[in-house]
């Protein structure tokens, strides 16, 4: 059975940070794609960030140079670090693995920035 589990979400002033993490078991974890999405209310789930295996990583421009994605394959995690935050990045912060095993969604966690 594949599960993710997120953690690290949290309500944060504007200009503050967060941490997102996200463990995985039942997959094997080196060789998923693994992703970060956020859906904030009324509004389509839309990907925030991504790292296959090797490490190479996609964003979207709107938190380019502020969120990094990084994994620990040793600890099956995968982290968003999330630096000055806006409140337009309040949103549930959901995890996403793929790979042979295909597509597996943790249960999100809450990111809420006050202004």
């Known amino acids: 059975q594949v599960q993710l589990v997120e953690s690290g979400g949290g309500l944060v002033q504007a200009g503050g940070f967060l941490k997102l993490s996200c463990t995985a078991s039942?997959?094997?974890?080196?060789?998923?794609?693994m992703a970060w999405y956020r859906q904030a209310p009324g509004k389509q789930r839309e990907l925030v960030a991504h790292?296959?295996?090797?490490?190479?990583?996609i964003y979207a421009d709107s938190v380019k140079g502020r969120f990094i994605i990084s994994r620990d394959n040793a600890k099956n995690t995968v982290y968003l670090q999330m630096n000055d935050l806006k409140p337009e990045d309040t949103a549930v912060y959901y995890c996403?693995?793929?790979?042979?095993?295909?597509?597996?969604w943790g249960q999100g966690t809450q990111v809420t920035v006050s202004s």
């Open positions: 039942g997959i094997i974890f080196s060789i998923n794609s």
């Open positions: 996403r693995s793929v790979g042979p095993r295909g597509s597996h």
């Open positions: 790292i296959i295996g090797g490490g190479s990583t």
